[in-house]
């Protein structure tokens, strides 16, 4: 099953980045998104190569699009001497624990008279929700907006828009591949926390994969915070990866997500 979420995450990424392939996973890139850390990175899956040859062929194929050199890596055997010539090499680096969830179990919620939910198919739509995201920091801030111009145009994107009240609020997005989809770009604004809006968006969300005769929903939560609220719509995890993120420059991952 988790050869489906594979095949599913490398679709999302091609979505937004030019993909190369490498005898140790991919280069992904987008000159027009710089700092759009998603589509600028090498994936390293296995560690048989030379390390230093591999981060000297990645440090230069990124240096000379003038992007900033950045590695992930899925932490399988072997990943540790290949960390340890990152840091002789100057990366800095930070790890996750990185759950993954899919859909299983249907819970029944009650919509809130004051909740409307639409799919983001007007410019009026799409700047309410373009104007919510980029106020998240852990979707990366003013940067969405290129982001979400992007995905707006591509036919694999849904976007919905959740107003409370008749105010926009928040926003998530299924992102669709064969028989597979995921959920993404959760947001809410944070003076509408703490009311089940989540909840409500996800379940109209739910609906549609089921008409679609979608198989697997799946979504990947960046924190065990979020892993519990998903598990309270019916997402359970069924599996948990250690992840890493080594850079050259700029901000961590983790910076971004605290807003800093």
């Known amino acids: 099953m988790l050869e489906k979420f594979e095949q599913l995450d490398r679709a999302y990424v091609s979505s937004f980045a030019n993909i190369v392939d490498t005898d140790w996973g991919y280069l992904a890139y987008n000159e027009h998104q710089p700092d759009y850390y998603d589509a600028n990175h090498a994936y390293i899956s296995t560690f048989n190569q030379s390390h230093h040859e591999v981060i000297e062929e990645v440090s230069r194929f990124y240096?000379?699009?003038?992007?900033?050199?950045?590695?992930?890596?899925t932490l399988n055997k072997g990943y540790e001497?290949?960390?340890?010539?990152?840091?002789?090499?100057?990366?800095?680096y930070e790890e996750f624990m990185s759950p993954l969830q899919l859909w299983e179990t249907k819970v029944a919620v009650e919509v809130h008279p004051a909740v409307t939910i639409e799919e983001v198919t007007t410019e009026a739509a799409k700047q309410n929700a373009i104007a919510i995201e980029c106020q998240i920091d852990e979707l990366g801030g003013e940067i969405r907006e290129q982001a979400f111009e992007a995905e707006y145009a591509h036919p694999a994107y849904t976007h919905y828009l959740l107003s409370y009240n008749g105010i926009p609020c928040s926003t998530a997005c299924i992102f669709q591949h064969h028989h597979d989809a995921r959920l993404e770009s959760v947001a809410t604004l944070k003076e509408f926390r703490g009311?089940?809006?989540?909840?409500?968006?996800?379940?109209?969300?739910?609906h549609v994969v089921t008409e679609r005769g979608i198989e697997r929903f799946w979504v990947a939560p960046i924190n065990e915070q979020v892993e519990k609220v998903y598990?309270?719509?019916?997402?359970?995890?069924?599996?948990?990866?250690?992840?890493?993120?080594?850079?050259?420059?700029?901000?961590?991952?983790k910076d971004i997500q605290n807003g800093q």
């Not at 240096?63 to 890596?73: A, D, G, V």
């Not at 598990?231 to 991952?253: M, P």
Request: aromatic share 12%; charged share 20%; hydrophobic share 40%.
């Open 195 to 206: 009311k089940g809006l989540i909840g409500q968006l996800i379940t109209h969300m739910q």
């Open 231 to 253: 598990k309270k719509s019916g997402f359970n995890t069924v599996a948990i990866f250690k992840t890493g993120h080594a850079f050259l420059g700029g901000k961590s991952i």
């Open 81 to 92: 001497e290949f960390l340890a010539a990152l840091k002789e090499d100057g990366f800095q």
């Open 63 to 73: 240096q000379e699009k003038q992007l900033t050199p950045r590695f992930y890596l």
